[in-house]
């Protein structure tokens, strides 16, 4: 039962132009979401979140965007970096306070120079 | 960001032996840690939850026996890969908990991947 999904296993933009990657869920439970970055064998980095009361969230060239009735969540980077290619994963916390996450199975985004 | 070790970053080994991970939690206290694996190419799975002072969490199909957790301090877990056969060979990652209950988020530590031949 995958809870947190992400369709789109790959991702390829060009440098300078806008990355949007999409993440779905079904629980409504959930209530904290986060995006981290992972380069091949290293730990994931955090890079933002979003509270279920808000619906956007900007750091920088990072905007979280969360659509509670469509039960969806999208991160935005613009302008696009090569440095910026890396696996991406959503994650969502259910309310309560074990802190567990479930991540999506993450998208690979290419930004070519 | 808060900083997480883990040690070692690579470890290779018999089958049959175990295998002691560390994750350390550098800067700040950590009263709850996370253990998750990840196949190639897929997604962080959730092992277990790891509480100062008390017994893991383990989740659903993770056997409690064989991968031993210990949180002995606030900023110190183990995970202890005992008996270790092929099929255990995956990339291993520690997070720690941190920040207010609506700030909260993860600190990963930078794996450890395990090759048991």
């Known amino acids: 039962d995958q809870q947190v999904k992400q369709n789109s296993p790959s991702l390829s933009v060009q440098e300078g132009r806008i990355s949007i990657l999409n993440c779905d869920y079904t629980?409504?439970?959930?209530?904290?979401f986060l995006w981290y970055k992972k380069y091949p064998a290293e730990g994931p980095t955090f890079l933002i979140s979003?509270?279920?009361?808000?619906d956007k969230n900007e750091d920088g060239r990072f905007t979280v965007f969360l659509n509670k009735s469509a039960k969806h969540l999208s991160l935005h980077i613009v302008p696009s970096q090569p440095g910026d290619s890396a696996v991406y994963f959503c994650?969502?916390?259910?309310?309560?306070?074990?802190?567990?996450?479930?991540f999506g199975q993450g998208t690979t985004l290419q930004v070519k120079p | 960001g808060a900083v997480v070790s883990q040690h070692p970053s690579r470890v290779i080994c018999k089958s049959g032996t175990s295998v002691k991970i560390e994750c350390r939690s550098l800067?700040?206290?950590?009263?709850?840690m996370f253990w998750y694996r990840q196949f190639p190419k897929q997604s962080l799975m959730l092992m277990a939850t790891?509480?100062?002072?008390?017994?893991?969490?383990?989740e659903q199909g993770v056997e409690k026996d064989k991968f031993l957790i210990n949180h002995a301090s606030l900023t110190l877990s183990t995970l202890t890969v005992t008996s270790a056969h092929p099929e255990d060979s995956s990339f291993y990652i520690c997070?720690?908990?941190?920040?207010?209950?609506?700030?909260?988020?993860?600190?990963f530590g930078p794996g450890t991947r395990l090759l048991v031949l």
């Open positions: 994650a969502a916390r259910r309310s309560g306070n074990t802190g567990k996450l479930i």
């Open positions: 979003i509270s279920s009361i808000k």
């Open positions: 800067d700040f206290q950590a009263t709850t």
């Open positions: 790891s509480n100062e002072g008390s017994k893991a969490t383990y």
């Open positions: 629980n409504s439970m959930f209530d904290y």
């Open positions: 997070s720690a908990r941190a920040g207010s209950a609506t700030r909260e988020t993860q600190y």
